[in-house]
């Protein structure tokens, strides 16, 4: 299984694959960003909403089974193996990353300069969701 994730801008595109077939997709439009905004708080708030999103999915694999997470950006995948980053970004990192550990699944972030999540960011997708922060995360049923 794996969930490749992308940010460009304001929007985020989220693939769930099994093997060679898409499971989902979704294409997220986050309101608030506006484009100087930062990329690593974008790629904490895309793995938080992916997290929660296909928990249902992710619980149901079997514990031999290893979930892969692919983003574009080699920092951030450092910062989840080491499970500390910069200051500024501690607060939503941390709830990022209980998210994740309360998952009960062996998993992997991997770096991809062209993720496959990347092909839809410029797609049209006309359920496109829109976010406007952690709480629009914790107040949204995603599942």
Do not use: Q
Request: charged fraction near 30%; include cysteine.
């Amino acid at each position: 299984m794996i969930v490749s994730i992308a940010v460009k801008n304001k929007i985020c595109s989220i693939v769930l694959t099994n093997g060679s077939d898409i499971v989902d997709k979704s294409l997220i439009e986050y309101k608030d960003w506006d484009t100087n905004n930062d990329p690593y708080k974008r790629m904490i708030y895309a793995v938080s909403y992916a997290l929660r999103k296909y928990r249902n999915i992710l619980e149901s694999l079997r514990s031999d089974d290893i979930v892969t997470f692919e983003v574009s950006n080699s920092t951030f995948i450092k910062w989840v193996n080491r499970e500390y980053s910069r200051v500024e970004y501690n607060e939503e990192f941390v709830e990022m990353l209980r998210e994740l550990n309360k998952i009960p699944m062996r998993y992997v972030f991997v770096h991809s300069k062209k993720t496959k999540a990347s092909n839809f960011l410029n797609e049209g997708i006309s359920e496109k969701e829109e976010l406007s922060g952690i709480d629009s995360l914790l107040d949204e049923n995603v599942v």
